[in-house]
């Protein structure tokens, strides 16, 4: 049963610390999406790929978020400098052919 | 106006009962449609898609009338594993696999 896999699941950080999320998107598919869900604003997308392009990371905040996919195997988001506004759910979703997207257990982040 | 609408609910429903859930979305170029569940703490998960012909799993049943741009899920026999956060989700055409999400309907099943 193929999965997207997220590391890690946890993570407590202060203020200030670099943190560096990773995702496995599911083997074939060729979309990557990067979410952040807080009780407040819901799921918030932050970036999209398709066949390893970033093609969309509006959503994002420029100056302390990145996203990468250094291969088809391994997505990565980063933040630096970390706020404690960024305490948020972090989910990967991977999809392919328009047939809805599957996603991550997501990292629980928390900044101090 | 929010692309996907959606009444955030609670719904409190006992068990056995039916219930309908309903969602209405903005850009008439939405290509395809879905309904996912998110269980506390836990990420969205795919329930069924939404067919112009309407489909059904089980005891759940999704319609779409792409006239009134209105999508349903209704749900027979509530069980209380049915508890959880359904979302209605839209794809513009052409979008790839881009989704945009409603913000749920939280239901709650009781004894």
């Known amino acids: 049963d193929a999965r997207v896999t997220q590391t890690p699941r946890h993570k407590v950080t202060e203020m200030g610390q670099e943190v560096t999320m990773r995702c496995q998107p599911i083997?074939?598919?060729?979309?990557v999406f990067w979410y952040r869900q807080t009780m407040m604003q819901g799921l918030e997308l932050l970036a999209y790929?398709?066949?390893?392009?970033?093609?969309?990371d509006s959503g994002m905040p420029k100056d302390r978020f990145s996203a990468e996919m250094p291969d088809a195997t391994l997505a990565t988001l980063k933040i630096q400098p970390s706020e404690p506004r960024d305490s948020a759910v972090y989910f990967c979703?991977?999809?392919?052919?328009?047939?809805?997207?599957?996603f991550g257990p997501g990292t629980r982040l928390t900044v101090l | 106006r929010k692309e996907v609408e959606q009444d955030p609910g609670p719904f409190n429903v006992p068990e056995g009962a039916t219930v309908a859930f309903n969602c209405t979305y903005s850009?008439?170029?939405?290509?395809?449609f879905f309904w996912y569940r998110q269980d506390c703490r836990k990420e969205p998960k795919l329930l069924m898609s939404?067919?112009?012909s309407g489909n059904e799993d089980g005891r759940f049943t999704a319609q779409l009338n792409r006239a009134s741009q209105y999508i349903s899920l209704l749900i027979r026999d509530s069980k209380l594993s049915d508890s959880a956060t359904y979302l209605c989700?839209?794809?513009?055409?052409?979008?790839?696999?881009?989704?945009?999400f409603g913000g749920g309907t939280r239901l709650m099943v009781k004894p």
């Open positions: 083997l074939g598919h060729n979309t």
């Open positions: 989700v839209v794809s513009p055409r052409d979008a790839g696999n881009m989704l945009t």
């Open positions: 939404v067919y112009s």
């Open positions: 790929f398709r066949n390893r392009a970033p093609l969309d």
């Open positions: 850009n008439s170029a939405s290509q395809s």
């Open positions: 979703a991977s999809g392919k052919g328009g047939r809805g997207q599957f």
